[in-house]
């Protein structure tokens, strides 16, 4: 929030970028539980004195968050989401410091996922997976809460069941029309929890990362359709607005989500002269280019009805 300072309007903030931790749990049976997390924090706080006066003595240092971080996962003694942790972190920050009104966590978690050996789950192996889960909890010093989840890098593609018809046609258009094509697109999907309070959320374990399971299943099972026919898209507007809408149908505890799907193109190759077709290829030979794609983002919010 802004402050008037000396004839002008003041905002600030500070915090720590980019603190890489791992956490290992093992449990009595030998078998090992991982995560990577890359954290960044940030603070709202009444520090005015340190830009303006030299005065340094209501400043936590950015070392001080790092090491927190570090300090607060060792004390995490039970496996626990990623949304969890951030919520740890962002209500000690608020709660510990009395100049700090607001702290916002965000945090990157690696996809590392257990490894199967001779059709077995391995006890402490692990490969690196692909797309990646993400978090933000806002916290309050009233415990006023904003958390959002999502996915980063989650990559998609069917060979066929697309089409593109009847889009506005002009001078400049050389793209024909077709009910048949790839589609690809790589999904990166935001969306808000309705608790706005730290007292609200729910206190089942992993109860957000079961959350996130599920919705990357929803995204992705609305993207396919049933595994023998699959489902027609008539364009990725429409597959965007069916996978945001079938989210916030499933869960209810989910108030809004945004989604970005660039269109990746498969472009069919054509090895064809003038005279004559050197090679038929039948829609079955590709040239994949991501550059440069289509922009296609969207947001779905629910509407609350006033009692």
């Known amino acids: 929030m ?23 749990w093992k449990d009595k049976d030998g078998r090992h539980f991982m995560v990577e997390w890359s954290v960044s924090i940030g603070l709202l706080s009444d520090c005015v004195p340190a830009y303006v006066q030299d005065d340094n003595s209501d400043i936590v240092a950015t070392d001080t968050m790092k090491n927190t971080v570090y300090a607060k996962a ?41 490894v199967h050996v001779d059709g077995q789950p391995h006890n402490h192996g692990f490969k690196l997976g692909s797309e990646k889960h993400t978090t933000e909890a806002i916290v309050k010093k009233s415990g006023a809460l904003q958390l959002t989840s999502g996915i980063e890098g989650l990559s ?9 018809e009847g889009f506005i046609r002009d001078k400049y ?83 809004s989500i945004q989604l970005n799907m660039p269109n990746l193109h498969f472009l069919p190759v054509n090895l064809s002269t003038k005279d004559n077709q050197i090679v038929k290829f039948d829609n079955d030979v590709y040239l994949p280019t991501d550059e440069p794609h289509g922009s296609i983002q969207a947001s779905l919010s629910r509407i609350w009805s006033k009692m």
């Open 2 to 24: 802004a402050k008037e300072v000396n004839g002008f309007n003041f905002e600030q903030r500070h915090g720590k970028e980019r603190v890489r931790v791992a956490r290992v």
């Open 74 to 114: 060792k004390e995490c003694s039970e496996l626990l989401s990623v949304e969890d942790f951030a919520i740890v972190l962002a209500k000690h920050f608020t709660s510990f410091y009395s100049q700090v009104t607001t702290t916002i966590v965000k945090i990157v978690e690696k996809p590392w996922e257990r």
């Open 156 to 164: 998609v593609l069917k060979t066929t069941k697309s089409g593109f």
């Open 173 to 255: 258009t050389a793209l024909p029309e077709t009910r048949e094509r790839m589609l690809a697109t790589e999904v990166t999907a935001l969306w808000r929890y309705s608790y706005d309070s730290v007292h609200r959320i729910p206190q089942k374990p992993l109860y957000f990362t079961e959350k996130y399971l599920g919705v990357k299943k929803v995204l992705m099972d609305t993207f396919f359709g049933p595994p023998k026919e699959g489902v027609y898209s008539p364009s990725v507007q429409r597959t965007l607005y069916q996978m945001g809408k079938a989210t916030l149908d499933r869960f209810p505890d989910i108030s």
